[in-house]
C-alpha cells in the first residue's frame, strides 16, 4: 500500500510514520522540508508548501496514492483545494480533525461518533467543522472518498501534559522545584489522553479500508483521569509531590484570555469517549500505553536532551500571573 502524509514531521504523524514503515506501507511525506531530521530512514520526501495547491500538484505529478493523510489543515479552503488535487489520484482521502469540534460540554457523559458537534468557545474547533462539513459535501455532490478522524488530547515523547501547553519541561520543572501549579476547577473534571503510539495503531489500520469511506472516527485511550490525578503521576514519575492550586476556569479565562478557548472549549470540561466504532473498523485498536508508562517515556526523553529540562517562559509566567491575581483576591474576601 502506498500513503500519503501531508506534513509527516508532526506529534500524531511521526507516530503513524512509524507504525505504518513497521506495516510494511510504503509512505510519502509531502511538507516544505525544512525539519529532515524528523523524516525516517524509508520515507520518500517530496517537497511543496501545502498551502500551495500548484505546488502540491507539482510534487504529486504521475502519482497515485491508496490513501491521502490530510494532518495540516484547518480551513474549508484548504479540503477544498485537497480535493482538486487528489480527488482523481487516491482512493482515501484522511482528515485529521479534532476531539473539541464535539459540543462542549457534551450533552452526555460519554462521548460517541454521533455526539453532535459544536464549539462555541474555540475558534479552532470551529475551522474544523467547518472542513468535516466541506466534505461531507463534497461526499454528496462528488463523490470524494473521505475519512474523518478526530484525536483527542494526545502525546508522545518530550511533551507534558497539562492545561497550560503540552510541548515543554514546563509544568514538570515546577513540579520538580516544589514551586506551585495552576490547576483548572477542582482538577476533578475527567480527561482522556492518548499517547500517539496507540492513537497511529487506529489511524493506520483505517488506511485503504473502503469500509471506512464517509466515516468518521475518534481515537483515543479507554483511560480517563481528572487532572489531579494527571498532576500526580506527573510528580510521581518525577519523585516529587505537586503543590496544586485550584482556581477557577472563567478566573483563568479572565486572566488570560488568550488560554480562554482552548480551557473553556476543551480542557475545562470532562470527555470520555466510546472507541467501539473504531473497534469495529480496525480490530487491531487496543490502547496499551497508559499514562503513567507514557510520562515515563516522555520524562525519560528529556533525560536524554538535560538541555531541554529547563523551566517554559511561558508557562512560569502566566502561572505567576494566575496565582499573584488569585492571593489578592482570596485576602480581599477572606478566604
Known amino acids: 500500500m502506498r500513503v500519503l502524509f501531508i506534513g509527516g514531521t508532526g506529534n500524531l504523524s511521526n507516530a503513524c510514520t512509524q507504525w505504518g514503515l ?8 509531502l511538507n516544505r522540508g525544512n525539519r529532515p531530521e524528523k523524516t525516517p530512514a524509508g520515507v520518500t520526501s517530496l517537497k511543496a508548501d501545502a498551502r500551495r495547491p500548484d505546488q502540491v500538484r507539482a510534487a504529486v505529478a504521475g502519482m497515485r496514492f491508496d490513501a491521502v493523510v490530510q494532518f495540516l489543515g484547518f480551513r474549508r479552503e484548504h479540503v477544498e483545494a485537497d480535493a482538486e488535487v487528489f480527488e482523481e489520484i487516491t482512493d482515501q482521502y ?7 469540534a464535539y459540543r462542549r460540554p457534551a450533552l452526555t457523559p460519554v462521548i460517541t461518533e454521533s455526539t453532535p458537534l459544536g464549539n462555541p468557545f474555540w475558534e479552532y474547533s470551529r475551522l474544523k467543522i467547518d472542513c468535516e462539513e466541506a466534505l461531507v459535501r463534497l461526499g454528496k455532490e462528488r463523490g470524494f472518498r473521505y475519512t474523518i478522524v478526530r484525536p483527542s488530547h494526545t502525546y508522545d515523547n518530550g511533551w507534558i501534559p497539562s492545561c497550560f501547553g503540552s510541548t515543554d519541561y514546563g509544568v514538570a520543572w515546577r513540579i520538580r522545584e516544589g514551586r506551585q501549579v495552576v490547576v483548572p476547577g477542582d482538577g476533578e473534571s475527567v480527561w482522556t489522553l492518548t ?39 506527573i510528580g510521581a514519575a518525577l519523585g516529587a509531590s505537586p503543590r496544586l492550586v485550584h482556581v477557577p476556569s472563567a478566573f483563568i479565562a479572565r486572566i488570560l484570555p488568550e488560554r480562554a478557548a482552548g480551557l473553556l472549549g476543551d480542557k475545562a470540561t470532562s470527555a470520555i469517549f466510546d472507541n467501539s466504532k473504531i473497534r469495529r473498523f480496525v480490530p487491531e485498536f487496543r490502547p496499551t500505553v497508559t499514562f503513567a508508562e507514557g510520562i515515563r517515556r ?25 496565582l499573584d491575581i488569585w492571593r489578592k483576591a482570596e485576602a480581599l474576601t477572606g478566604r
Open 94 to 100: 484522511v482528515f485529521i480533525s479534532s476531539a473539541s
Open 22 to 29: 513497521e506495516k510494511n506501507i510504503e509512505i510519502f511525506h
Open 298 to 322: 516522555s520524562l525519560a526523553w528529556y533525560d536524554s536532551h538535560p538541555e531541554l529540562k529547563k523551566p517554559s517562559p511561558t508557562v512560569d509566567g502566566e502561572m505567576d500571573k494566575i
Open 195 to 233: 499517547h500517539a503510539t496507540d492513537f497511529a495503531k487506529g489511524l493506520v489500520g483505517l488506511l485503504g479500508n473502503p469500509a471506512a469511506v464517509g466515516e468518521a472516527f475518534h481515537i483515543t485511550s479507554d483511560e480517563f483521569l481528572t487532572w489531579n490525578m494527571i498532576h500526580a503521576a
